[in-house]
């Protein structure tokens, strides 16, 4: 199952790419497989998925314990600062960097292991208060003095849209994501490079490729419908 909806989810972001005028090179497909088991990411990493995205640091260690070694491990999920210890030199990028104490304590770890940490901002870019982020408007703030820390690189920004029914809802949130992500390239900080949009879910990631995403994280659409229930 998981090969034919990877096909489906690749036959979509190809026809998105054509339709924008953008080469598929530049958007990446991350799978988010977090709740799914072993087996399920064996079939994604045969059918040559090598980018998996998890949302909590547990059991992201325990799948890069057991998976191949060249898979790219991108941490998608809120986290907290005593579990940031665990990603040094495992974790491919952090998606979810939304304070400077998070950012500080990632810069702390990442010398002290002596690696250096590719980094995302994420921004409520809807202003949605159940969610996680930086407002836009500390954005900039927040890129200017996270760029600062040695050992770290931010290397642009991610938001998750809000949960709606028709995807064309969330094309004014990544465009005005987008539209963030060019002005803070155009302020030029140094060791700021604006380069990756992480944009676009199961829901709505053909209009987060229209609007310019280049990394999408697709779960659902690969592994089918997560299981929250009582194990
Ligand atoms: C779970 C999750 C996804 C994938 O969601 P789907 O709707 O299943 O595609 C993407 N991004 C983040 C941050 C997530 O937590």
Redesign the pocket.
């Known amino acids: 199952m998981v090969r034919e909806n990877l096909a489906e989810v690749e036959r979509r972001i190809q026809a998105a790419c054509d339709r924008a005028g953008r080469d598929r090179s530049e958007v990446t497909l991350?799978a988010?497989s977090?709740t799914k088991p072993i087996p399920m990411l064996n079939e994604a990493y045969e059918a040559g998925v090598r980018e998996f995205?998890e949302?909590k640091v547990q059991e992201m260690m325990d799948k890069f314990e057991v998976m191949p070694s060249d898979i790219h491990w991108h941490m998608?999920?809120h986290l907290q600062r005593n579990k940031v210890k665990y990603l040094m030199g495992k974790s491919y990028l952090i998606?979810?960097v939304d304070s400077l104490r998070l950012a500080e304590e990632i810069s702390a770890q990442s010398v002290k292991h002596g690696v250096d940490t590719d980094i995302l901002i994420e921004v409520n870019i809807a202003g949605e208060e159940s969610k996680f982020g930086t407002s836009s408007e500390e954005a900039i703030q927040l890129v200017t003095e996270a760029a600062k820390l040695p050992n770290l690189h931010i290397l642009g920004l991610?938001t998750?849209a809000p949960y709606v029914e028709n995807p064309e809802d969330n094309r004014i949130y990544f465009r005005k994501i987008r539209e963030l992500s060019v002005d803070i390239a155009s302020k030029k900080i140094d060791n700021v490079c604006m380069r990756i949009l992480s944009m676009g879910?199961?829901?709505d990631?053909e209009v987060a490729i229209e609007e310019g995403a280049t990394m999408v994280?697709?779960?659902?659409?690969?592994?089918g419908e997560?299981d929250y229930g009582l194990k």
């Open positions: 991350i988010v977090k995205g949302n998608i999920g998606h979810s991610m998750i879910m199961t829901g990631y994280r697709v779960g659902t659409g690969i592994f997560r």
